[in-house]
Nanobody, 120 residues
Framework: QVQLVESGGGLVQAGGSLRLSCAAS????????MAWYRQAPGNQRELVAT???????TYADSVKGRFTISRDNAKNTVYLQMNSLKPEDTATYYC??????????????WGQGTQVAVSS
């Protein structure tokens, strides 16, 4: 069973920084696409950033230039560096990967989430 464990959330003032970590087990983060999502109270879960097995990255427009997704293959961990945080970044952040299965389709895995709160 794939496991994703997030950490690094907390309370920070606007303009501050946090680094989230997602430690993976039973998969190799270097061989699969990984993503960070977030969900604020009352809102739908939204995609924040992705990194492919080849290292290509994408970002939501709302975080471009402020957030950076990366990975450490030796630690089998994916990171989300968040700079210049804004109150609207307040949410629970989730790590995600989709594992392809035989016969087509994929199984979606989520971590338990880590809370980020940004005060103004």
């Amino acid at each position: 069973q794939v496991q994703l464990v997030e950490s690094g959330g907390g309370l920070v003032q606007a303009g501050g920084s946090l680094r989230l970590s997602c430690a993976a087990s039973r998969i190799s983060v270097s061989m699969t696409a990984m993503a960070w999502y977030r969900q604020a109270p009352g809102n739908q879960r939204e995609l924040v950033a992705t990194i492919t097995s080849g290292g290509d990255t994408t970002y939501a427009d709302s975080v471009k230039g402020r957030f950076t997704i990366s990975r450490d293959n030796a630690k089998n961990t994916v990171y989300l560096q968040m700079n210049s945080l804004k109150p609207e970044d307040t949410a629970t952040y989730y790590c995600n990967t989709d594992v392809l299965v035989r016969g087509g389709g994929a199984v979606r895995y989520w971590g338990q989430g880590t809370q980020v709160a940004v005060s103004s």
